[in-house]
């Protein structure tokens, strides 16, 4: 799994995509990290695509996938 930094992000420090497991991990400003599970490789993409990862995140993961902290 590797990790992409985010460094333009005001919310996300990084973020990796577990494509075994479907888990997308977001690191946050903090510190604070968190699962999102079930994620199809294609939102993973979206998101890498998106001009911005927080606002993607917020729209399109945050609320339609469980997460938990790390």
Do not use: C
């Not at 005001?10 to 946050?28: C, G, H, K, M, P």
């Amino acid at each position: 799994m590797d990790w992409i930094s985010t460094p333009d992000s005001s919310n996300i420090t990084q973020f990796a995509y577990d494509r075994e497991r479907q888990v997308l991990t977001v690191e946050f400003h903090g510190g604070r990290v968190y699962d999102y599970f079930d994620v199809p490789e294609s939102v993973f993409e979206e998101m890498q695509d998106a001009p911005s990862k927080g606002k993607y995140l917020a729209y399109q993961i945050k609320g339609s996938y469980r997460y938990a902290r790390v």
